[in-house]
């Protein structure tokens, strides 16, 4: 059989949230707009903010103060979660109308696979995209961008590096043309090469893509285990496969259905937590939410995994441990013993802003061990009342007594989806 | 090998996914597959009643299709019993409506 190319783009939407506050008000028409994480606080954080913000210097991810600051007469939204999932579910939609093959990679970000639906347009993958463009733009009043090529690494490459920048918001990366286009970039435009590997690569003598791409695996193999131990291996192959634009993975729309193989909440606190006593209360939040849906899907985890990072990014501080537990569970105060285990273990007394919990290593909860000495029937009997009670009414319903001490986070969270405001 | 480097592994693994945006996507995919009961006429009522009822007098084995909120299913095998009481019928020891019944196929062994 032939190998037929494909046609793959990556549709991102410009701003998302900040557009879609502005299609839904027409009166912010012409304003600059943002989206801010809590506009009641100036420490609140940036989330979107539309291209006229930008244009004034607002950055994403900036705190309120600074956006003010650069542009006073801004226009501040809270952020209404469930509104932008839902739009981003009616752009899926939009995208399906031209091929069932849409894989949601983000809220704002959209895989189509269009290999089986040129032939109506005569080939033409960027009339194709100019039209979805429209499509979009008429229906949500969302301007979407297309990075366009034969697999889903340069289409992503191309979306990010030229179709967010050009005028048409269309772009098409040919992977015969890399030598003269991505090779050129500086390695820091590299899809998944952040902050540290940048510095990594160039110490390395890899200032551009293309001296990533042109380096034989092999040597880079070498190089990177030098700096990173024998198992970067796969961590080589990987970088140097997104250099050299080679990615066979398919257009997968069924993606998201597929049975999780971990299931993990993390939160950022409002401050740095210090005590033990505190952070055992976010921890035991976690735990409850993760356990809660454990159950919900009908899961138990024998492998509980903690983390803790500071507030620092750039000079990390923390840890991410994780431990096997005797029996598989989902019981709330079995896990929560595990993981304060973890907690009492690796927490070195730094300064906290970050915590995880995740459970991992599923088998099917209708069926597992008895314990001799634990009396889970008590426990999953109380579980199973307190999960029907939130949800039907909420997860604010009914909550443990320390969410009500100051280290609390329970209550505040049950009216968020992603750490922001519903 | 590395999941990464495998499949569609990149961006699983990379991929930034809100558990209420992932949970709304499975269900509206859910939702998508539905399938409405199909109405037969008469002639197909005629068609089907004559091939349950010749199974069972004859001990044929018949495949029937059978309506699925979800999915596409079929009962395989030879009638044994007709409820016309209770609207069902039975093959290898187990009940099913009459009132699900879809089409008759071709059966083969």
């Not at chain 1, 994480?37 to 705190?63: F, H």
């Not at chain 1, 895989?111 to 080939?123: K, P």
């Not at chain 1, 001490?405 to 405001?421: E, L, V």
Request: proline share 4%.
């Amino acid at each position: 059989m032939a190998v037929v190319s494909r046609t793959i783009m990556l549709a991102d939407c410009q701003s998302f949230y900040a557009s879609v506050e502005k299609a839904h008000h027409p009166e912010y028409a012409g304003k600059p707009v943002v989206v801010a994480g809590d506009p009641e606080r100036r420490s609140g954080i940036v989330l979107a903010a539309c291209p006229l913000a930008k244009a004034k210097g607002v950055t994403t991810a900036e705190r309120l103060g600074e956006a003010i600051a650069k542009c006073p007469d801004v226009v501040i939204v809270r952020p209404r979660m469930a509104e932008y999932i839902r739009v981003s579910l009616q752009i899926s939609e939009i995208y399906r109308s031209y091929t069932d093959l849409v894989e949601p990679y983000s809220i704002d970000e959209q895989f189509i696979d269009v290999t089986g639906a040129l032939h109506r347009y005569s080939g033409d993958y960027e009339e194709m995209a100019r039209q979805i463009q429209q499509h979009v733009l008429a229906e949500t009043g969302i301007y979407c961008r297309f990075g366009i090529s034969e697999n889903k690494i340069l289409a992503k490459t191309a979306c990010d590096n030229y179709a967010k920048k050009n005028e048409s918001g269309v772009y098409v990366l040919p992977k015969d043309k890399l030598a003269g286009t991505l090779w050129t970039l500086p390695i820091q435009k590299l899809f998944m090469a952040g902050n540290r590997m940048t510095h990594h690569f160039r110490s390395m003598g890899i200032e551009t893509i293309g001296d990533l791409a042109n380096t034989p695996l092999e040597r880079l193999k070498l190089l990177m285990r030098r700096k990173f131990g024998k198992n970067s291996d796969i961590n080589a192959e990987l970088y140097w496969r997104i250099a050299n634009g080679e990615d066979d993975s398919p257009v997968t729309p069924q993606t998201h259905e597929e049975a999780p193989k971990s299931i993990g909440h993390q939160m950022t606190l409002p401050r740095d937590y210090g005590t033990l006593e505190e952070l055992k209360v976010v921890l035991l939040e976690l735990t409850e939410l993760v356990c809660q849906r454990c159950r919900g899907k009908g899961f138990m985890g024998q492998v509980i995994a903690v983390g803790c990072q500071g507030a620092d990014f750039d000079r990390p501080t923390g840890f991410f441990r994780q431990m096997k537990m005797m029996d598989p569970t989902n019981v709330t105060n079995q896990v929560y013993r595990a993981a304060v285990q973890l907690l009492e273990r690796y927490w070195d007394g730094n300064p906290v802003r970050k915590v995880g919990v995740t459970l991992a290593q599923f088998q099917d909860s209708e069926h597992y061990q008895l314990a001799l000495f634990d009396d889970r029937e008590r426990s999953m009997a109380l579980e199973r009342a307190t999960d029907a009670l939130k949800e039907k009414y909420g997860d604010s319903i009914i909550m443990r007594a320390v969410s009500m001490t100051p280290a609390g986070q329970a209550r505040d969270r049950s009216g968020k989806i992603g750490g922001h405001y519903k | 090998m590395s999941k990464k480097l495998q499949g569609n592994g990149l961006w699983e693994s990379s991929r930034m996914m809100l558990p209420e945006h992932k949970a709304e996507i499975v269900s509206s995919a859910k939702a998508a597959k539905y399938r409405q009961p199909s109405e037969l006429d008469e002639h197909e009522w005629e068609q089907i009643s004559r091939a349950v009822a010749e199974s069972m007098e004859l001990r044929q084995p018949i495949a029937l299709r059978m309506y699925h909120p979800y999915e596409e299913t079929k009962v395989i095998g030879t009638v044994e019993r007709i409820d016309h009481y209770r609207g069902r019928f039975m093959v290898d020891g187990e009940w099913f409506e009459i009132r699900h019944i879809e089409g008759v196929d071709e059966y083969s062994a």
